[in-house]
């Protein structure tokens, strides 16, 4: 497999599957275009509120905390902590078969988001609290996202 990105078109949907059952297709939303376009740059973009100056998570399309609807993207810092996490020993499908096992788990960004990734460890085990760094990497099922690497306090 090369090196280079992959760059999906979501403008028709992508197969979702679990294992080797067909779930139907994962549809893009207009919402979350900005967060994809960051990602194909290797930036990490969230949505903020210029009414209220906090972070929301890309999928987001209200204010939470002051209700308003113009939401702006802007780029992340990319740095957070690892809130929880888990060690996934059986591969969902024949892709993810060589990368067993892997760590999946929700990093709490800097901005306060909390976002479900790869975690990708540095060095020795991962656990709650230790800091991440955002990378972006082409991972089993062909497609480039954003994942975290945990290094160690």
């Known amino acids: 497999m090369s090196d280079a990105p992959t760059r999906i078109d979501w403008s028709q949907g992508v197969p979702l599957m679990a294992g080797p059952y067909f779930l139907g297709l994962y549809q893009p939303s207009p919402e979350t275009k900005d967060f994809w376009d960051g990602v194909a740059q290797h930036e990490l973009r ?89 990378d972006f990497r082409v991972l089993e099922m062909g497609q480039l996202l954003p994942v975290f690497v945990v290094g160690k306090k």
């Not at 020993?89 to 788990?105: E, I, M």
């Open 46 to 134: 969230l949505k903020w509120c210029p009414n209220c100056a906090r972070a929301h998570h890309p999928k987001r399309i209200v204010c939470t905390f002051c209700g308003n609807t113009e939401l702006a993207s802007k780029r992340a810092a990319g740095r957070g902590t690892v809130y929880s996490f888990s060690e996934v020993h059986r591969a969902a499908g024949a892709a993810f078969a060589s990368a067993t096992p892997y760590t999946v788990g929700v990093v709490k960004l800097a901005e306060g988001v909390h976002l479900f990734s790869r975690l990708i460890p540095s060095s020795g085990p991962i656990a709650i609290d230790d800091p991440v760094d955002v």
